[in-house]
Structures are given as C-alpha cells and as structure tokens.
C-alpha cells in the first residue's frame, strides 16, 4: 500500500501529522476575552435571539452599543442564521443545564412584547429585561456578523462556508458581562493549511455547510463554558 502513496505526498503527510501531535495545534477559531470569570451560581439562565452585527473593535463593544449601530453585510448572512445560532447555543445549555434554561419560546415572546427605541436599546439593556421578567440570574448574549453557505458539495466546493459569531454571559441584576467569546472561521483545504490537518478529520475531512460550522464553534465554545 506504501508503494502506492507517491513520496513527496508521503513525506507531506508525515510532517503534518508530526507537527499537529508534536504540537496539538489546531484551528485558532475560539478566541477568549478573559482568563477567569466571575464566580457566579448559574440559578435560571434564558437565551437571547441572535442579534445581527459586528463587535467592532472589542468583542463585547456590540452588548453596549445601540441596536442602530450595529452593522453588517446583509450578503454575508444568511436569513435565518441568527435563529440557527440561537437554537445551537440552547441545545449546549440544555444539554448542560436542563430544567434550570427557560423555555426558548417564552423568551422569544417577552423579547418580541417589549417596546424598542433603536436609538436607545443595547443588546445588553434588552437581554437584562428579559431576564428581569423571567426571573432569570443569567442571560445567555449572541451575535452574528458572517454566516455564507459554502458554494459546492461536501467533495468540492468554489467558495467554502464562512461563519463568524460571538457569545457573551450576561448577569441580570447588575449588567456585568461574566463571559465572552467569539468564533471566526472559514473552512480551508488540507493543501492550504497542514497545520488544519486535526481539525480537519474532525470536521469528517469534507467540506462543511454554513450550519455545520456554525454547530462546530458552538461545540468549541462551550469546551471553555465556565458556567
């Protein structure tokens, strides 16, 4: 079977596979804004609705700023990412935290009942009321700014998917931002970066669709979920 396999490849293979067990590297997707969070009891947590928009200079400048300012490329998204998102992140609660994550439907109704001033309203602001009248300590903060569907099949593809979001955990009574963390990633070949050769297997070494990424850095972010 060697024989088969030309040497230049070989030789390609062998010093990838060496460097991703020498050095555990893998795709540089989830990145953390703090090193040791709060330590706060997670009694009932809720999940807000994806907003749509860029963090800008800091990824949690987006909780902060009006609903107005946040931005982005409607060709970059696709329509229903934020509600993809959205049920990927409850799945990752309820998995974790069962009976203690309010019902996804109940939230989504308070948020839709609740008077908005784009001007005025944040993100953080809005998530804090809805948790207020649900009675929840924590809420649960997302944002999306890139969601593009690959362009291709799982065997070829012209234009891979490209995701980017981020998650932020919200204490109700006083507005802190606990927790954050952002996922920014388009899927590349084998070819294009050894040093993916890890992730790569574990993606099923295909190429992935927008929401099968987007499943892939919810799992990524909640390996350093602190809560």
């Given at each position: 079977m060697e024989k088969m396999i030309p040497a230049g490849l070989r030789r390609t293979l062998g010093l990838a596979l060496a460097l991703v067990l020498f050095l555990g590297i893998g795709p540089a997707a989830a990145q953390p804004t703090d090193s040791t969070p709060p330590a706060v009891t997670l009694e009932r947590i809720g999940v807000m609705p994806f907003f749509k928009g860029s963090f800008g200079s800091s990824v949690t400048e987006s909780l902060v700023c009006?609903?107005?300012?946040?931005?982005?490329?409607?060709?970059?998204?696709?329509?229903?990412?934020?509600?993809?998102?959205?049920?990927?992140?409850?799945?990752?609660?309820?998995?974790?935290?069962?009976?203690?994550?309010?019902?996804?439907?109940?939230?989504?109704?308070?948020?839709?009942?609740?008077?908005?001033?784009?001007?005025?309203?944040?993100?953080?602001?809005?998530?804090?009321?809805?948790?207020?009248?649900?009675?929840?300590?924590?809420?649960?903060?997302?944002?999306?700014?890139?969601?593009?569907?690959?362009?291709g099949s799982a065997g070829a593809v012209s234009s891979p998917a490209s995701v980017a979001f981020a998650l932020h955990v919200v204490e109700v009574e006083n507005g802190k931002i606990l927790w954050s963390r952002s996922f920014a990633q388009t899927q590349r070949s084998l070819s294009e970066n050894l040093l993916n050769l890890k992730a790569f297997f574990e993606q099923g070494a295909r190429w992935l669709t927008a929401d099968e990424l987007a499943s892939s850095g919810v799992t990524e972010i909640f390996k350093e979920f602190p809560y």
């Open positions: 009006p609903l107005c300012d946040l931005t982005y490329d409607p060709g970059s998204l696709s329509p229903d990412c934020d509600k993809v998102l959205t049920q990927y992140v409850l799945d990752a609660l309820e998995k974790k935290h069962g009976g203690r994550v309010l019902p996804q439907p109940l939230v989504a109704k308070t948020y839709t009942q609740l008077p908005l001033n784009d001007r005025r309203d944040t993100p953080l602001g809005l998530s804090q009321k809805v948790g207020m009248l649900l009675g929840a300590n924590l809420m649960a903060v997302g944002t999306v700014w890139r969601y593009r569907e690959r362009v």
